[in-house]
C-alpha cells in the first residue's frame, strides 16, 4: 500500500508564491511518473502538472504554464509544485498522485494513488 501526504497549503494573496510537496511511501517511487491535480469547488479535478519516472520530463496544464514548476526527489521520495504568479482562480484542494504504468498522464482514471488534499487559497 501507497501512501501519499501533501503539505505545503496556505492562504496567499495574488502574486504570491506556495511551494507544496508530497511525499511517498514505499520503495518504487523512482518507477512512478507523478502528478498533481487539483478541484475548485463544484468543478470537477483537473490536471494540473506530471513529472515522468523515466526521465524527469514535465507536462503542464495550459493554465498554468509558465507559473508552475513540477520537480521530484527520489532520494527523498517526494515530488514539488513550485507556485508563483498565483492568482485567485488557482484556489482549490491540491492533490499529488501516482501515475499507473498505463495509460495517460492526464486523465485521473489513470493514477492509481492519491493524497488527502492540501488546500490553496488565493485572495485578490
Known amino acids: 500500500q501507497v501512501q501519499l501526504v501533501e503539505s505545503g497549503g496556505g492562504l496567499v494573496q495574488a502574486g504570491g508564491s506556495l511551494r507544496l510537496s508530497c511525499v511517498a511511501s514505499g520503495r518504487t517511487f523512482s518507477r512512478y511518473t507523478m502528478g498533481w491535480f487539483r478541484q475548485a469547488p463544484e468543478k470537477e479535478r483537473e490536471f494540473v502538472a506530471a513529472?515522468?519516472?523515466?526521465?524527469?520530463?514535465?507536462y503542464y496544464a495550459d493554465s498554468v504554464k509558465g507559473r508552475f514548476t513540477i520537480s521530484r526527489d527520489n532520494a527523498k521520495n517526494t515530488v514539488f509544485l513550485q507556485m508563483n504568479s498565483l492568482k485567485p482562480e488557482d484556489t482549490a484542494v491540491y492533490y499529488c498522485?501516482?501515475?499507473?504504468?498505463?495509460?495517460?498522464?492526464?486523465?485521473?482514471?489513470?493514477?492509481?494513488?492519491w493524497g488527502q488534499g492540501t488546500q490553496v487559497t488565493v485572495s485578490s
Open positions: 498522485a501516482r501515475k499507473s504504468p498505463a495509460g495517460n498522464y492526464l486523465y485521473t482514471k489513470d493514477y492509481d494513488y
Open positions: 513529472v515522468a519516472w523515466y526521465d524527469d520530463s514535465t
